[in-house]
T-cell receptor
């Protein structure tokens, strides 16, 4: 069974700071997803990665398949980025990390 | 209108009661999933269905059952609820056709908060 770890568990940042959230997994995968869970509970998919790097607005996601590691970066963070960010890996099924709770203070 | 809906959104029940959580989707996806989320833990898979006639147990299926009434509907039942089934439950869908291009994404419902007293 794939084990998915995320760091840090909790993160507090000041508005404008550059943020990095890390994800590591134990077994080879076909794809990795980054999800955002809003304070109200809703979950949306941000990125799907199988290699390299993707960028969407202020969000950048990278993956290193050999090292079994992915990072999610947020540039110029804003209070509306406050959420739980979840890493999920796709093998036979999806396996989810425990999430990183991000709070961005104004 | 939301593509994936769950009813009810909140439910309080007592130990031993049977309850059903319902999920409907308008995305036309063939695959549907039920997850539970507990504080500090990742989403865990309860059951999944790749087709109306294909139902599979997930990581934590004990105490739960499911029914895929149609491609668009997937229900989760707790036959005799117990307090440690108190959690946030999510339904999700995905499209197997996209999987072949490596672009499969899951789409989540808004979640159901269940409290078992």
């Amino acid at each position: 069974k794939n084990e998915v770890e995320q760091s840090p568990q909790n993160l507090t940042a000041q508005e404008g700071e550059f943020i990095t959230i890390n994800c590591s997994y134990s077994v080879g995968i076909s794809a990795l997803h980054w999800l955002q869970q809003h304070p109200g509970g809703g979950i949306v998919s941000l990125f799907m990665l199988s290699s390299g790097k993707k960028k969407h607005g202020r969000l950048i996601a990278t993956i290193n398949i050999q090292e079994k590691h992915s990072s999610l970066h947020i540039t110029a963070s804003h209070p509306r980025d406050s959420a739980v960010y979840i890493c999920a890996v796709r093998g036979q099924n999806f396996v989810f990390g425990p999430g990183t709770r991000l709070s961005v203070l104004p | 209108d939301a593509d994936v809906t769950q009813t009810p959104r909140n439910r309080i029940t007592k130990t031993g009661k049977r309850i059903m959580l319902e999920c409907s989707q308008t995305k036309g996806h063939d695959r549907m999933y039920w997850y539970r989320q507990d504080p500090g833990l990742g989403l865990r898979l309860i059951y999944y269905s790749f087709d109306v006639k294909d139902i599979n147990k997930g990581e934590i299926s004990d105490g739960y059952s499911v029914s895929r009434q149609a491609q668009a509907k997937f229900s989760l039942s707790l036959e005799s609820a117990i307090p440690n089934q108190t959690a946030l439950y999510f339904c999700a869908t995905s499209d197997s056709g996209v999987l072949q291009r490596g672009q499969e994404t899951q789409y989540f419902g808004p979640g159901t908060r269940l409290l078992v007293l």
